[in-house]
């Protein structure tokens, strides 16, 4: 193995099938003694703890033999070491089987859809946030592999841009001549990979505190925002003069997560720190706390409706929640999984609100219809398994969605009938 084989594509053996936010039973933090298998016990620690924590094997929802194959093979090639995986997938298989603890709750309904899915080609890239440009191909961040990729849907084929040391890209959005930008995560900065020429831009943050840009988006006049969760900071960037104008959120340890842009231009963000939402004034960047009623919530991401309506994932408490900026009213529902289900992605198209439940195995993509207040769900597949998360989703110009399975370096499209 190279060593960037052993750095980028051994990814989190069953990373996915846990949400430490969301699952907080107390766990056992060894593996089971297994003598009739301690060299597969030892192999596991060995392989697998390269990358994660032993908790998310111990506290995972288990498969069979098959299962724990399929899952390692989206991680880690090991053909050239038959006999290491074969010890691997034993050990797991009989310590670990299936279990039904984080099942979700299911419900049927009238809208049907189907799954288009793409593996990437990097094992364990942990591929994420996929957006459609404007000619149709599919972009996605394949965060763990330090790269870009760009997907033709029409023909399945792929590409991958290796991105500058240590960039670690958290998210991917496009600008209005089809270049894409990254967030760089790990190295503090925004990147632009221009599509005709394919050099990357980097723009370094002004602040050495401003350490992990994450979620971005374009306002409608070309002006490129995101937050940075960590740096408790929100963004701004001139594409055309490079100018990045930072500024600190009102409380701290707010960490602000997922961030859109309503119709006037105003940006609105998620608190996964606090109990908040925050507009941001787009001319002075002032910001606005919105407090939600519940001090324990602790919001991923949101997305603004047609009418205006700020719609957004209650994480910790397993809720969806609106919030009405023209009268300040709050409702929030139960999300069908209950409070441990940790809402993560949302989108809203149509008015009709989508979201999945994170916490549950497998995840489950939920449809929630706000005239009639009825939820629909769905298992989201990832090949022969359910190793989850997905963490952003967001709408094609069909109206279908694009969502991700990051464990196993899945781009989805959600076709909606």
């Known amino acids: 193995m190279t060593l960037r084989f052993i750095k980028y594509t051994i990814l989190f053996i069953a990373s996915s099938l846990l949400s430490l936010t969301a699952f907080t039973q107390p766990y056992n933090n060894m593996l089971v003694n297994d003598p009739m298998n301690n060299e597969g016990k030892a192999l596991v620690e060995q392989y697998c703890t390269a990358c994660h924590r032993i908790n998310m094997i111990t506290r995972s929802s288990g498969y069979n033999a098959d299962g724990w194959q399929t899952l390692i093979h989206t991680m880690i090639n090991f053909s050239n070491s038959p006999a290491i995986e074969e010890k691997i997938v034993s050990y797991l298989a009989k310590n670990y089987p299936p279990n039904d603890k984080r099942t979700p709750n299911l419900i049927s309904g009238d809208t049907e859809i189907s799954f288009t899915t793409w593996h990437t080609p990097t094992l364990g890239q942990r591929s994420r946030d996929p957006i459609e440009a404007e000619n149709g191909d599919i972009w996605w961040a394949g965060q763990r592999a330090n790269l870009i990729g760009r997907i033709d849907p029409d023909s399945g084929e792929m590409k991958e841009y290796t991105l500058p040391d240590n960039a670690m890209p958290h998210t991917v959005t496009t600008d209005s001549d089809g270049n894409i930008w990254y967030t760089g995560n790990k190295n503090g900065t925004m990147g632009k990979l221009n599509i005709k020429t394919e050099a990357i831009t980097e723009f370094p943050m002004p602040d050495k505190q401003a350490k992990d840009p994450h979620s971005a988006i374009f306002d409608n006049k070309g002006i490129l925002w995101f937050t940075l969760q960590h740096s408790n900071m929100i963004g701004r960037l001139n594409p055309e003069s490079g100018e990045i104008k930072l500024v600190t959120m009102n409380a701290p340890k707010s960490k602000p997560y997922g961030i859109k842009i309503d119709d006037e231009g105003t940006p609105w963000v998620a608190c996964n720190g606090r109990n908040c939402l925050v507009k941001v004034d787009p001319k002075t ?94 298992a989201i597949p990832s090949g022969d398994v359910y190793a989850g998360i997905v963490r952003h989703m967001r709408k094609t110009k069909q109206g279908d969605l694009l969502i991700h399975q990051s464990s196993t370096s899945k781009v989805i499209r959600v076709n909606i009938e």
């Open 285 to 378: 960047m002032a910001l606005t706390d919105i407090t939600l009623p519940n001090k324990a919530t602790r919001v991923r991401r949101l997305d603004i409706a047609a009418d205006g309506m700020i719609w957004y994932v209650n994480s910790s408490q397993g809720r969806l929640g609106r919030y009405n900026p023209d009268t300040g009213d709050i409702k929030e529902w139960p999300s069908p999984s209950g409070n441990k289900s940790h809402p993560y992605a949302i989108a809203v198209i149509d008015n009709i609100v989508w979201y999945n439940e994170s916490g549950m195995r497998p995840d489950a993509l939920v449809r929630f219809d706000p005239k009639s207040e009825i939820f629909q769900s769905w």
